[in-house]
């Protein structure tokens, strides 16, 4: 969803609030499994545009110790700023402004285009940011096994499992050769 910030952005002072209830985003590295609601306010401090507010979700992860898919629910505080560019006298002699982005990653969608905001882009940025690195269905979770593979969290395995600090793995294997004289 785009959305026209013109007026917003050509009136020093001026307040906007925007509920949010956009369907669910679904992309290579992302998936909603709910619609996307909250709300954010816009407000225009002469220098900057100031977004605020907050988003809400639910996001499928796959679990980093166990594979299995979950479902993880998004609570996120939304604060961005961004610069606002005099451009030029405007009719009557008004002040024309514009939205500049500073940091412009190419990996990262770009958020405006002119004085339109890509809604869906910020979105996006915002839950990815706010999803888990290490996703963990549960804090308790056991894993896989490393030898065999088998969920731990459901039951046993026959496995030996021998845990070496790797920080002492070679003086493990001093420990296993002949005894030097």
């Known amino acids: 969803m785009k959305l026209d910030l013109s007026e917003i952005v050509s009136h020093v ?17 992302l998936e909603c499994t709910t619609r996307i609601t909250g709300h954010l306010n816009f407000t225009n401090t002469g220098s900057l545009l100031l977004v605020e507010g907050e988003i809400h979700t639910r996001i499928a992860l796959e679990c980093s110790r166990c594979l299995v898919y979950f479902e993880e629910p998004i609570d996120s505080p939304i604060s961005e700023q961004f610069t606002l560019e005099t451009r030029s006298l405007g009719p009557h002699g008004r002040l024309n402004y514009t939205v500049v982005e500073e940091d412009e990653n190419p990996a990262a969608g770009k958020l405006f285009s002119g004085n339109v905001l890509d809604l869906t882009e910020l979105l996006r940025q915002i839950i990815t940011v706010a999803s888990p690195l290490q996703p963990l269905h549960n804090p308790e979770c056991r894993g896989l096994c490393p030898v065999c593979g088998q969920d731990l969290n459901e039951a046993e395995c026959a496995c030996v499992h021998q845990q070496i600090n790797p920080a002492f793995a070679k003086l493990q294997e001093l420990l296993k050769g002949p005894m030097p004289e």
């Open 13 to 29: 002072g001026m307040h906007y609030a925007y509920d949010v209830d956009e369907p669910a985003l679904v992309d290579e590295d």
